[in-house]
């Protein structure tokens, strides 16, 4: 059965993809400088050029995500559609990831046939891609020493003011730790998720401790690490129920969240079977998996540079392949939701909740 026909004048392949333009993109700038234009260097630009479009439809992805969170609460239904949207930004991740391979068959003989003619153009300069760290909450307070000096003074005025701009605005993530804060089931009249959740908590641990305690395959010496890093455990849990424990590693960098989304955000790990809370777990997973996207995106490239460069500088002025390993250490966006494990306790633990939370919970969760 044919199509019916919606426009009002055909719809030629070549013009609607002004391929003319598209395909005339590509001006190597080795020819100008030497008698033979470096053969490889086409391959750099359209490989970058390709990152380029395909960052473009990131943002388009996470603008519509980002545009939806802002509203004062989050439609229920809209879950199923962020959830899709997040996992299309994750396939084109992988074939991000999967284009390095490409990139890697040219020789670092092949790349400085043309690296020094690009001087001082560089990868900090990708407008789209500050765009996407910024809109997921990388903001300036939570980058690296080089990354706070030199992330603004290679751009010209009008990207540097954009930029700024979206520095000022909420991210995704702040939106995300609103929406968590807003978790309706902590709290009810005759219960405390908070208060059975600690019980629970304190019994696992106390068992563990037990069972450490009268095991006789365990020498002395690994008895007491074993004890030690129970303790340690103990006091991650302490921090989601002791507000000035929270606060302090907070500041020492181990939480960027509140104490009360991290409490929502355990919540929706521990009930995720739940009809209500299938979904939200998705989102959460889906952003942990973005951001692990991009942590190896960034080792990738970290690898590829240095196979390219050895222990050169950058053409952008950084310190090549060592400042990339830091940010690959440095730069992730959803930390806590990757710690999430650290607060889960077996299924077989879980608090029961009240019949009237189970029953609402069968219908929604906001």
């Known amino acids: 059965m044919c199509a019916m026909q919606k426009n009002s004048r055909p719809c030629y392949y ?111 300069q990708s407008i789209q891609f500050k765009e996407i760290e910024i809109l997921l909450g990388l903001k300036m307070k939570y980058r690296i020493g080089f990354d706070i000096k030199s992330f603004y003074n290679r751009l010209n005025d009008k990207d540097r003011e954009h930029l700024m701009e979206m520095e000022s605005q909420p991210s995704l993530f702040d939106q995300l730790e609103a929406w968590l804060e807003r978790m309706p089931f902590l709290e009810k009249e005759n219960f405390s998720f908070v208060e059975a959740y600690k019980t629970a908590v304190d019994s696992m641990l106390s068992n563990d401790l037990e069972i450490i305690q009268k095991v006789d395959y365990l020498s002395d010496g690994d008895r007491d690490f ?68 991009f942590t190896q995106w960034r080792y990738r490239h970290t690898i590829m540079v240095h196979r390219m460069l050895g222990a050169k500088i950058g053409t952008g002025g950084s310190s090549g392949h060592d400042y990339l390993r830091q940010t690959t250490q440095n730069n992730r966006f959803f930390k806590d939701l990757f710690n999430m494990s650290t607060f889960l306790i077996p299924r077989s633990a879980l608090p029961v909740l009240p019949e009237e939370i189970v029953k609402s919970m069968g219908l929604r969760s906001e």
Do not use: C
């Open 14 to 124: 070549g013009e609607y993809l002004e391929l003319d333009k598209f395909l005339d993109s590509q001006h190597p700038v080795s020819g100008e400088y030497q008698d033979e234009e470096a053969h490889d260097e086409l391959l750099f630009i359209i490989v970058h050029q390709a990152y380029e479009l395909w960052f473009k439809q990131i943002l388009h992805e996470l603008n519509w995500i980002h545009g939806t969170f802002n509203a004062p609460t989050l439609d229920s239904n809209q879950y199923g559609r962020i959830v899709q949207r997040l996992d299309r930004v994750i396939q084109i991740q992988k074939l991000l990831n999967q284009q390095i391979g490409i990139l890697e068959t040219m020789t670092p003989l092949d790349f400085l046939d043309f690296r020094d003619y690009l001087v001082p153009a560089s990868g900090f």
């Open 226 to 293: 074993q004890i030690k890093d129970l303790e340690k455990t103990r006091q991650q849990f302490d921090a989601l129920f002791d507000k000035d424990t929270f606060d302090k590693l907070t500041e020492e960098g181990h939480f960027r969240m509140s104490q009360r989304a991290m409490l929502g955000a355990v919540f929706i790990h521990l009930y995720r079977d739940e009809p209500a809370f299938q979904q939200p777990y998705q989102l959460l997973a889906k952003l942990v998996d973005i951001d692990e996207e």
